[in-house]
């Protein structure tokens, strides 16, 4: 048998007398004359060896009882097989996909996962099972750390009777059940950090009252619900809510999201640090999507990740001005002052921007860490821009308007004989938009130009643009700036 020939039909599927098996070894087993084959089946009952003749090992087959992860997802899966089976060919197994099955039960679920006495994920999803209505056998599913029952049908009262079993569990998936939360937990879920509700239509918010106090939950993901509205009536403005205490990242896509209120309320979580919540009728991908996206961070003080984008420093700098501009004719309407012995702030403002008050403080501090005025902050500037002034008011523009026009000056520092220039450009366009504007002006490759600007109110500090994807508006650029080009 040439090498050729070896290369080539190592690895192939082959059919012997209707069993299946792959080529492990191609060539001569002396003593026996000629060439072999040697097969690793389909069927671990079917081989009578080993890969080895005679002392020497020719190949070696799959040791299922190093095998770790299985999936055996839309595979006709009903039931365990022969008692103890599962445990003597695969005891190692700590991950298992059984979606899309033909289980009909919980009970033979356990039967299964009984079996694998270091199961950590265990995704049953999209079996219609039948799930007990008595008590659960507790320690069965011991070492469970993940549990996904997307589209089982299981009702909220089945859920707290089938994670008894699963005292160690950290994220619970429970997609599209038509869940009504209808008790709260008291001895299970206290371990779980994450938990998925999406596509749930009969979730409110009164009814997320109930798992507001699980100690852990760090992410919690409300996608598809139909929620429109959240409060947190133990908290008054300005203050933090005790419910959700380590909740970091929610999730609330796809719902009916339509008062600025809400983004209001998530302010009180005081563990919130990341929030996705795309298409929603406030903040649906249209022309004011990025008016949206700084409205929200200007609203939650603490929020450092929108939308799967970080939020950088001054983005968060440009939505606070903008807001504490946009707002600020009506501010002084409802009794706001610069001095605070004369600020007199009606109650229906504070409650329609609780932030606003705060962020007119005039300081400013980088807290590194460490606690401030009551709020614990990490590593990031923390930026209160004082009381409005009148001439910034009297000059105010529709907040963040997406076509506003800035008027610029622009300088070369590089080359002193060119003559210093004025342009209105609109606060949306992009570095890179800017950049070939500036090309064609100057007759100078896109590719050689450097910009940054400097602002009369923060003499002697220059910053880069550069983010080409980046907007004018993303930098802070305001009218009167003066932009630097360099080549």
């Not at 070896?6 to 026996?32: K, L, M, S, Y």
């Not at 039960?105 to 219609?128: P, T, Y």
């Not at 004989?417 to 070939?436: A, F, H, N, R």
């Not at 910009?451 to 009167?480: A, C, M, T, W």
Request: net charge negative; aromatic share 6%; with cysteine.
């Amino acid at each position: 048998m040439s090498d050729t020939l070896t290369a080539d039909v190592i690895g192939r599927r082959v059919e012997v007398n209707g069993e299946h098996a792959t080529v492990r070894f191609a060539g001569v087993v002396p003593p026996v004359a000629g060439p072999w084959l040697g097969v690793e089946w389909d069927n671990p009952e079917r081989g009578k060896h080993d890969g080895s003749h005679e002392g020497t090992v020719y190949f070696k087959c799959s040791q299922l009882s190093k095998l770790q992860e299985v999936s055996l997802r839309n595979c006709a899966v009903s039931c365990a097989g022969e008692k103890g089976g599962v445990a003597e060919a695969c005891p190692n197994i700590r991950k298992v996909d059984l979606s899309k099955n033909l289980l009909s039960s919980w009970d033979e679920v356990i039967h299964i996962a009984d079996q694998l006495r270091h199961l950590e994920v265990l995704n049953v999803s999209e079996n219609k099972l039948k799930f007990p209505s008595g008590s659960v056998l507790t320690g069965t599913l011991s070492v469970l750390k993940v549990l996904v029952l997307n589209q089982t049908g299981i009702t909220w009262a089945e859920v707290l009777r089938c994670v008894a079993g699963c005292p160690g569990l950290e994220e619970l998936y429970l997609e599209s059940n038509n869940i009504f939360i209808s008790e709260r937990p008291t001895d299970v879920l206290q371990t779980v950090k994450l938990l998925d509700l999406s596509s749930n239509q009969l979730i409110d918010e009164n009814q997320l009252y109930l798992i507001a106090h699980l100690p852990r939950l760090e992410q919690l993901i409300l996608s598809d619900t139909g929620i429109s509205s959240l409060h947190f009536p133990d908290a008054g403005i300005g203050c933090k809510t005790s419910m959700f205490p380590s909740l970091k990242y929610l999730v609330v896509n796809d719902n009916q999201i339509s008062q600025w209120s809400f983004f209001n309320e998530l302010e009180k979580l005081p563990s919130l640090r990341a929030l996705s919540c795309l298409r929603n009728p406030l903040t649906k991908e249209d022309k004011e999507a990025e008016t949206a996206r700084l409205l929200i961070i200007a609203s939650i003080g603490q929020l450092k990740t929108l939308n799967k984008c970080e939020i950088l420093p001054e983005e968060r700098r440009r939505a606070e001005l903008d807001y504490r501009k946009a707002f600020g004719n009506e501010w002084k309407q409802a009794g706001g002052h610069k001095d605070p012995e004369k600020n007199r702030l009606s109650e229906e403002f504070l409650t329609a921007h609780p932030r606003y008050q705060f962020l007119c403080l005039s300081t400013c501090v980088y807290t590194g860490g460490l606690q401030v005025v009551d709020f614990q902050l990490e590593q990031s500037f923390f930026l209160e821009y004082g009381a409005p002034e009148d001439w910034e008011l009297k000059t105010q523009q529709p907040l963040m308007l997406k076509n506003q026009l800035l008027t610029l000056k622009i300088k070369y520092p590089h080359q002193l004989d060119q003559k210093v220039l004025e342009k209105q450009l609109p606060g949306s366009m992009t570095i890179q938009k800017v950049k070939g504007l500036l090309s064609r002006l100057l007759k100078v490759p896109v590719s050689d130009l450097l910009l940054s600007y400097e602002s009369p109110k923060k003499p002697g500090r220059e910053i880069e643009l550069e983010n080409d994807l980046k907007s004018l508006q993303f930098y802070s650029v305001e009218n009167g700036d003066c932009l630097l080009v360099r080549w």
